[in-house]
């Protein structure tokens, strides 16, 4: 009860402070410009918002975002992650949606992301929503995602000076969107990689593709200097023990943890935190964005002030320059494509808002320290559930 007062609290709060959007409406202006369609990471975090009674749409109004002009609004649909990997769940995520995207566009928005575990709800290139919604912009907003993780990796690997040599460096997920982009950027500059992931089959087509070398067994992958976390997936999930087999003698682990839901979940963190550093990555920041009520608002997501998911900031970043800066060309990329060229455009179009990397927390706590150097005592082995990846 007191969950559903408070989430109800939170959103008049929001309609009430949002002067932005009241002038928008006076002004005859849409009153959305960019939706950001997303599932809950879990049942918390469904009651966070919806408290317990949940919207009879199977959708409503999360925190509502401003870049420079832009406004976005946050729509989150009554499926978790965990759902969505099933064919029921998926089924009804697409009605979800399919509605969500229906209620945005009557309030003027022109772009549309797919956001979290949505991004492949309608295959790989969103055919049936282009063809459903013609005069709609949509990205799955992963190429500002990439952009933002190339750069954390490239500044973490700085502060922990593991790219004055040649760093040994675990992928997970490896064949993922976003693995994928990590894996080339890191080729790029001749790092040693090991990719590891619970698709056995699409593991061995990246051995293949990229020449990197695999593994479906932790005490196969041997001990590694970096581990960045491109999945969530139960089977890949970093826990203490792996952690204990992973790092090498007398040094911490450095994990950069882009997955949603965390893969290194802050609880598991705890256990090993005297033997890891661990940095959220993804993210973006920029002077030019603001949520209405601040800091409660991005709390929510749990963000800080001024920060937003990569996705999110590429969503809001596309629309201002195809509508503000009248960069049309924009308009004819797919992007549910993340490449190169896309991403060169994206970045192009973040230096325009002064989109950037934030300061390198873990779980929006400032990382105090980057070095490497553990002398603490040998933490004895646990009962591993990351052991062999079952086919």
Same mark, same amino acid.
């Given at each position: 009860?007191?969950?559903?007062?408070?989430?109800?609290?939170?959103?008049?709060?929001?309609?009430?402070?949002?002067?932005?959007?009241?002038?928008?409406?006076?002004?005859?202006?849409?009153?959305?410009?960019?939706?950001?369609?997303?599932?809950?990471?879990?049942?918390?975090?469904?009651?966070?918002?919806?408290?317990?009674?949940? *919207?009879?749409?199977?959708?409503?109004?999360?925190?509502?975002?401003?870049?420079?002009?832009?406004?976005?609004?946050?729509?989150?649909?009554?499926?978790?992650?965990?759902?969505?990997?099933?064919?029921?769940?998926?089924?009804?995520?697409?009605?979800?949606?399919i509605?969500?995207?229906?209620?945005?566009?009557?309030?003027?928005?022109?772009?549309?992301?797919?956001?979290?575990?949505t991004?492949?709800?309608?295959?790989?290139?969103?055919?049936?929503?282009?063809?459903?919604? *013609?005069?709609?912009?949509?990205?799955?907003?992963?190429?500002?995602?990439?952009?933002?993780?190339?750069?954390?990796?490239?500044?973490?690997?700085a502060?922990?000076?593991?790219?004055?040599g040649?760093?040994?460096?675990?992928?997970?997920? *490896?064949?993922?969107?976003?693995?994928?982009?990590?894996?080339?950027?890191?080729?790029?500059?001749?790092?040693e /990689?090991?990719?590891?992931?619970?698709?056995?089959?699409?593991?061995?087509?990246?051995?293949?593709?990229y020449?990197?070398?695999?593994?479906?067994?932790?005490?196969?992958?041997?001990?590694?200097?970096?581990?960045?976390?491109?999945?969530?997936?139960?089977n890949?999930?970093?826990n203490?023990?792996?952690?204990?087999?992973?790092?090498?003698?007398?040094?911490? /682990?450095?994990v950069?943890?882009?997955?949603?839901?965390?893969?290194?979940?802050?609880?598991?963190?705890?256990?090993?935190?005297?033997?890891?550093?661990?940095?959220?990555?993804?993210? !973006?920041?920029?002077?030019?964005?603001?949520?209405?009520?601040?800091?409660?608002?991005?709390?929510?997501?749990?963000?800080? *002030?001024?920060?937003?998911?990569?996705?999110?900031?590429?969503?809001?970043?596309?629309?201002h320059?195809?509508?503000?800066?009248h960069?049309?060309?924009?308009?004819?990329?797919?992007?549910?494509?993340?490449?190169?060229?896309?991403? !060169?455009?994206?970045?192009?179009?973040?230096?325009?808002?002064?989109?950037?990397?934030?300061?390198?927390?873990?779980?929006?706590?400032?990382?105090?320290?980057?070095?490497?150097?553990?002398?603490?005592?040998?933490?004895?082995?646990?009962?591993s559930?990351?052991?062999?990846?079952?086919?």
């Amino acid at each position: 009860m007191w969950a559903s007062w408070l989430a109800s609290l939170w959103r008049i709060a929001m309609m009430l402070g949002d002067y932005r959007g009241w002038y928008r409406r006076l002004s005859g202006q849409a009153q959305i410009d960019v939706a950001i369609i997303t599932n809950i990471r879990d049942d918390a975090e469904g009651r966070v918002f919806w408290g317990n009674k949940l *919207p009879k749409s199977g959708h409503s109004n999360g925190a509502r975002i401003y870049l420079n002009g832009v406004s976005g609004q946050v729509r989150g649909i009554c499926i978790t992650a965990e759902e969505l990997m099933t064919k029921s769940g998926r089924v009804r995520a697409k009605k979800y949606f399919i509605d969500a995207v229906v209620w945005a566009q009557k309030r003027g928005a022109k772009v549309v992301l797919l956001a979290a575990s949505t991004k492949r709800l309608f295959g790989r290139d969103g055919h049936e929503l282009k063809q459903l919604f *013609p005069d709609i912009l949509f990205t799955i907003g992963d190429n500002g995602t990439a952009t933002l993780l190339c750069l954390d990796i490239d500044r973490a690997l700085a502060r922990t000076r593991l790219n004055r040599g040649n760093p040994r460096i675990l992928v997970l997920g *490896p064949y993922g969107i976003l693995g994928t982009a990590v894996t080339e950027h890191l080729l790029a500059k001749r790092f040693e /990689l090991i990719g590891f992931g619970a698709n056995q089959k699409a593991l061995a087509q990246m051995a293949e593709d990229y020449a990197i070398k695999v593994a479906t067994d932790i005490d196969a992958i041997g001990k590694v200097d970096a581990v960045i976390a491109c999945t969530h997936n139960a089977n890949t999930r970093l826990n203490s023990d792996s952690i204990e087999r992973l790092r090498k003698h007398n040094r911490k /682990l450095l994990v950069i943890d882009v997955a949603e839901p965390a893969n290194l979940d802050e609880s598991t963190y705890q256990l090993c935190r005297d033997r890891v550093i661990r940095q959220d990555a993804g993210n !973006a920041y920029s002077p030019l964005l603001h949520y209405v009520l601040g800091g409660i608002s991005s709390g929510m997501l749990n963000l800080l *002030p001024n920060v937003a998911f990569g996705c999110f900031a590429e969503s809001l970043t596309l629309y201002h320059a195809i509508y503000h800066e009248h960069n049309h060309v924009l308009l004819n990329q797919d992007w549910f494509q993340v490449n190169p060229a896309n991403r !060169a455009l994206i970045k192009d179009a973040f230096d325009s808002v002064s989109v950037a990397s934030p300061k390198q927390t873990c779980f929006n706590k400032p990382v105090t320290s980057f070095e490497l150097d553990y002398c603490g005592r040998a933490h004895p082995h646990e009962t591993s559930k990351w052991v062999r990846v079952n086919s």
